[in-house]
């Protein structure tokens, strides 16, 4: 749904130009200050995330997110609809760590990556909403688009509300799983928290880092000392740099996507619309497929493989961006586009599950509020760069998006270079994380 309201403004953008007299900049801006509030809000919501029931606390933020939808299509200025926004971006910041935490302790660890698959796709068929239903009606009308959009928060919520509240540290997966822990009391206190990767690097003897195992119990961390103990392990950090550079492309792209699809291509807004609609659609295979071939080559004891599919991923997407963005012809940009947002989309779910196998289960949930926190000020200066750098710097109109594209570029470079270096460092963080979850059940 978050992902439906950014495409759905950055489809809105030609008539909320005309209604409120903004430029792209402003456009921009309104997605900005959405992601840095949910950036600031992530952290706070990283610490819930660990000690509060999840699933009551996520419908509460829906109905709330749901509210400020139905308030932004009210407002009849710019400073009002920046003030939607504000709020917007303080209830999204629950969803990152809240549902990393639920799919850690619903799913066996064998699983993770095909369902983070899954709550990706979900994302992108948001965003492909976004561009495809509510933003033709935003053409017609952006207040109806975003009241469209607020109807389903409600029912979403009283589903999430009625949901099972798991135990934590993946205790319900493991028991689901049938995979009765071979350590384990008469009151089921002393589950193995192990996942795959971390029982694999067990097996072939691999050496933690003395200096980042966690003797103390994980629940008694402040946010402070949980923050740094969390920025220490190096595979985490590099991961959340690969995370934020593709993310900030894909922010750009969903905000500016229609109007340089549309400028470079030389094709209407409907079509335009079905040409991202397509794209999306490799989005999608590319979100099922990344997570299900990352958790096959961890299930055959390749155990880089979900750091593998996400450095090849990006790589394979960093080439076929580029005769994308230069080539004048939507027939012949669409099967480059196309691949490469299966590509993009690929690498994400294989990274969101390893970063599960370096992380003790405890620390789920502030973990993910950490990330979120520094992914998201990536994609909260995106769409005003994009929009800042085009008008700017490169003067606007169709060259002025072409040349930004191409330009920004660089940051999913970094991200490639990131996430090879994660290779490296990967299997010693994940025989750590192994190392810290059996102290902690001593």
């Known amino acids: 749904m978050s992902s439906a309201d950014t495409a759905t403004v950055g489809a809105a953008a030609t008539p909320l130009r005309h209604a409120l007299g903004i430029s792209n900049t402003d456009i921009g801006l309104l997605v900005t200050v959405t992601s840095l509030v949910a950036a600031v809000a992530s952290l706070p919501f990283g610490v819930l995330a660990d000690r509060v029931r999840r699933t009551r606390t996520l419908a509460f933020v829906i109905v709330v997110w749901g509210g400020a939808m139905i308030w932004s299509a009210t407002v009849s200025t710019f400073g009002a609809l920046l003030l939607t926004r504000v709020l917007l971006g303080a209830v999204t910041a629950a969803a990152g760590p809240l549902v990393a935490s639920l799919v850690g302790d619903y799913f066996p660890a064998m699983e993770r990556g095909r369902v983070y698959g899954f709550v990706l796709a979900g994302e992108l068929v948001g965003a492909g909403v976004g561009f495809a239903v509510t933003g033709d009606i935003a053409a017609l009308s952006w207040r109806a688009a975003f009241v469209l959009l607020a109807i389903p928060a409600f029912v979403l919520a009283w589903l999430i509300f009625r949901l099972h509240e798991p135990a934590r540290g993946g205790r319900d997966a493991l028991l689901a799983a049938n995979a009765p822990p071979p350590e384990a009391d008469a009151s089921g206190d002393d589950v193995d928290q192990s996942t795959d990767a971390q029982r694999l690097a067990r097996e072939r003897g691999l050496e933690p880092d003395p200096a980042l195992v966690l003797v103390e119990d994980p629940r008694r961390l402040r946010l402070l000392a949980a923050t740094r103990y969390i920025l220490r392990i190096r595979t985490n950090v590099v991961l959340i740099l690969a995370s934020a550079g593709g993310y900030f492309f894909l922010a750009g792209v969903q905000t500016f996507g229609v109007e340089f699809v549309t400028r470079q291509y030389g094709i209407d807004q409907a079509l335009g619309t079905l040409v991202l609609l397509v794209v999306g659609a490799g989005g ?133 270079f990131f996430l090879y270096r994660a290779l490296r460092t990967y299997p010693g963080d994940i025989a750590t994380a192994a190392a810290s979850a059996q102290a902690g059940q001593s």
Do not use: K
Not at 351 to 368: F, H
């Open 284 to 416: 999608v295979a590319g979100v099922l497929a990344g997570g299900a071939i990352g958790d096959l080559l961890l299930h055959r004891g390749f155990i880089n493989g979900r750091i593998l599919v996400g450095a090849v991923a990006a790589t394979a997407a960093f080439v076929l961006f580029v005769p994308a963005i230069f080539t004048h012809s939507a027939s012949h940009a669409l099967p480059y586009i196309t691949f490469a947002a299966l590509a993009l989309s690929a690498q994400n779910p294989p990274i969101d599950a390893a970063r599960l196998d370096i992380m003790v289960p405890l620390l789920w949930g502030r973990a993910e509020g950490v990330r979120t926190f520094l992914r998201t000020l990536a994609q909260a200066v995106a769409p005003v760069t994009f929009g800042g750098v085009s008008d700017y710097v490169f003067g606007g109109g169709r060259s002025g998006l072409q040349w930004t594209f191409a330009l920004m570029l660089l940051p999913l470079g970094g991200s490639i």
